[in-house]
């Protein structure tokens, strides 16, 4: 298939994964089960009925309230259902069906459940990370970046945040940036490469700064206060994967 039906097609899709990776959000951190039991109102604990867990659809309908206690819905379920349900249209139009497709998109929904629980928790499960690095790395047999750039993805990710972490550490005696992220990394280098890894690494790095100064000059508070490391990885690896290889051979052309 290919043309609009196809990109309808992997939208309704990806609308259906964004529904499960909302289950995952909400449940990795409190430690329960993702597959059972089924969805039910976190108010009032009524289960939900199968025209209540339609992605998007259902929320509009139900106007953002549960049908019996009539407790608000957190709009972060829509929101999660439509920006998975945009990034499998733009991938599959974007890469075309292919192992490529299925490893960005396997990553790419890795990292939305990433950047909504560390916005929220400040955490990144591992539940989610050390599973990803494996299957990054199994992806690169098959499709880019190749099985030695991804492994040198793992090691120079992990490496430099564990590194940054360390010193941190050593310094400052606290927990700081990079200890809960190297797993992240690594995961990404996985399934980006080492080249893409480094991409990652400066557009987060220089995303977190702006948004850093510009809460420091708003007098929203320090660096402390500022969202956590994660979310802004993972808005590098999505800028990584779909510019990177320009910036990298601006960069390198620019030499
Ligand atoms: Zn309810």
Redesign the pocket.
Known sequence: MTGIPAIVMAATFGALVGSFLNVCIYRLPLGTSIVWPGSA??????ALAWFENIPIVSYLALRGR??????TISPRYPAIEALTAAMFALGWWYYGPGVLLASRLVLGCALIVLFEIDREHQLLPHAITLPGILVGFLFSFFTEPGWQSSLLGILIGGGTLLAVGYTYYWLRHEEGLGMGDFKMLAMIGAFLGWPLTLVTLMMASFVGSIVGVFLIAANRGGMKSALPFGTFLAVGALAAATVGPSVLQWYLSSW
């Open positions: 109102c976190p108010h009032c604990g009524r549960c049908r019996s206690c009539g407790a």
